[in-house]
């Protein structure tokens, strides 16, 4: 059967690693908090309850569609169109389209952010590709006026961080619940990998400085993964609860 995603796409490459799904995450987590429709993710409790939690069940829906047959990674689009369609019934309201793309546009964007750090450039082609992979989910989950270029989505996703966030009460209290359920060293962390990873708005918003404390230690990381040996840091940063999901993250 086809693929929903080729073999041979960046995208597997991408979403078949752990380091690089986690960074792509540490981004998200930042405009997860600040994006304006943040009280949606409030409503069912689930989010503020469990982060880490619910960051696994992401991406476990993520690599379901991205590793799965085309029929497979269709109902699993599916699946998350009708849990939402459930909370949007029962709150009596709708989900603004524009907080559905802002989801998808972190995907994309976060996840080209999070393999050039680790990884290397990628090419225009490349970008596209992600780009092309995304905007076929967004089109299952019925979002129209999608960019169907990525100089296209630059130009909207830059507008979207300008329009969409905010940095209010619930973004507040959503970092309470990063450092309450990481701890204050995994928290500190999470904040200096989201200086290296997100925009210049979303650092602005979250009064980041725009120099992270990581940067020399990415090579450091470089070097342990070529010598297979960045299991080791893993299993001293990650929380020992979550070792295991980590580690089925990787797709070999």
């Given amino acids: 059967m086809a693929a929903f995603v080729e073999d041979t796409s960046i ?42 939690g619910r960051l696994f069940s992401t991406v ?3 690599k379901k569609i991205v590793f799965s047959e085309k029929n497979t990674a269709l109902k699993a689009i599916d699946q998350i169109t009708t849990i939402h369609a459930t909370v949007e019934e029962r709150r009596g309201q709708k ?35 992600i780009l092309d992979v995304f905007v076929s989910v967004g089109r299952r989950m019925g979002l129209k006026q ?3 270029t990525y100089s296209k989505f630059k130009g909207i996703r830059h ?31 999470l904040l200096e990998a989201q200086i290296l990873l997100v925009p210049a708005r979303v650092r602005q918003l979250l009064n980041l400085r725009s120099l992270s404390l990581l940067k020399p230690f990415i090579t450091v990381y470089k070097v342990f993964r070529s010598l297979r040996m960045d299991w ?10 979550y070792k295991e999901d980590i580690k089925r993250m990787n797709i070999t």
């Fill in 146 to 148: 999608l960019p169907l």
């Fill in 95 to 129: 989900i603004p389209e524009w907080a559905y793309k802002d989801v998808l546009f972190m995907l994309i964007d976060y996840s080209i952010r999070s393999y050039e750090l680790l990884q290397r450039p990628l090419s225009l082609e490349e970008k596209q590709e």
């Fill in 232 to 241: 080791l840091l893993k299993e001293l940063l990650l929380p020992p609860a």
């Fill in 159 to 189: 507008q979207h961080l300008q329009q969409n966030l905010l940095n209010g009460k619930l973004s507040k209290d959503l970092y309470k619940q990063y450092r309450k359920h990481l701890g204050f060293v995994r928290y500190n962390l």
């Fill in 11 to 52: 995208v597997k490459q991408i979403w078949g690693k752990s380091d690089t799904i986690l960074l792509v995450f540490a981004g998200a987590s930042a405009e997860f908090a600040l994006n304006k429709a943040v009280d949606w993710l409030y409503f069912t409790g689930k989010l503020p309850k469990d982060p880490l």
């Fill in 60 to 62: 476990y829906y993520a």
